[in-house]
């Protein structure tokens, strides 16, 4: 089925624009919403040139603003005259060592990333439930399925909420005409990569966010992006000694 209307948070930059870019050379109307709304004109512009057949509608969105959320999510779906598909994209990978000092950085990735995203996952199940139909995209990690001491210990447990709300949600959801897909993308270049100063089996933005759309088009219930070699890796991590685990960090 194609989805017609998709609606991308945290869409500014990084894997977002990315998914934006090539939604918007398949044809597909778009939904971006992010707090960077400088960033979002200018992609908004960009893409509409490129493809001027195709409707961008943006709208500036902080996610941990859960009383906008359900607001943005109803103002750019009339805009498009509906949404087919939602994408929970948006996070951040702050992070410090747990008992370092630092509990804002560990307390905003899990706000950010789960609690947001719990927000997003109801409104977005709100509005396909009185649509009848949509498609619902958990962003998640493969650092979800590991421990991950240091700095991403936050961050990899806020993607294993994640994953299991999606799962969650599979099995809610195991048929009919609510979709669920959970993406587990490795290390992919964007803004938050770079930030990590990790370049383990890195790939570019344009190879990592085709696998991540090859899967939302295909509406697989969960996907390690891309697969290689990523998929070996994951089910490697499920039974790594957690010593072992200090080198995703």
Known sequence: MTRQKI??????????????RQFAAKGRDLALCARRVD???????????RHPDITVAVAALDVNDHEQ???????????LGGIDCIIVNAG?????????GKPWANKATIETNLVAALVQIESALEMFKAAGAGH?????S?????GVPG???????????VISLGESLRAEYPSGPIKITVLEPGYIESEMTAKSNSTMLMVDNETGVKAMVDAIEKEKGRAVVPGWPWWPLVELMKVMPPRFTKRFA
């Open 7 to 20: 609606l991308i948070t945290g869409a500014s930059s990084g894997l977002g624009a990315g998914m934006a």
């Open 39 to 49: 960033n979002l004109s200018e992609l908004q512009a960009e893409l509409t040139a």
């Open 69 to 79: 959320v359900p607001k943005v999510f109803a103002e750019l779906s009339d805009e």
């Open 92 to 100: 951040i990978g702050k992070g410090y060592p747990l008992g370092g």
């Open 136 to 140: 619902l995209v958990l962003v998640a």
């Open 142 to 146: 493969v650092l979800g399925n590991v």
């Open 151 to 161: 700095h991403k210990a936050a961050y990899s447990a806020s993607k294993a909420g």
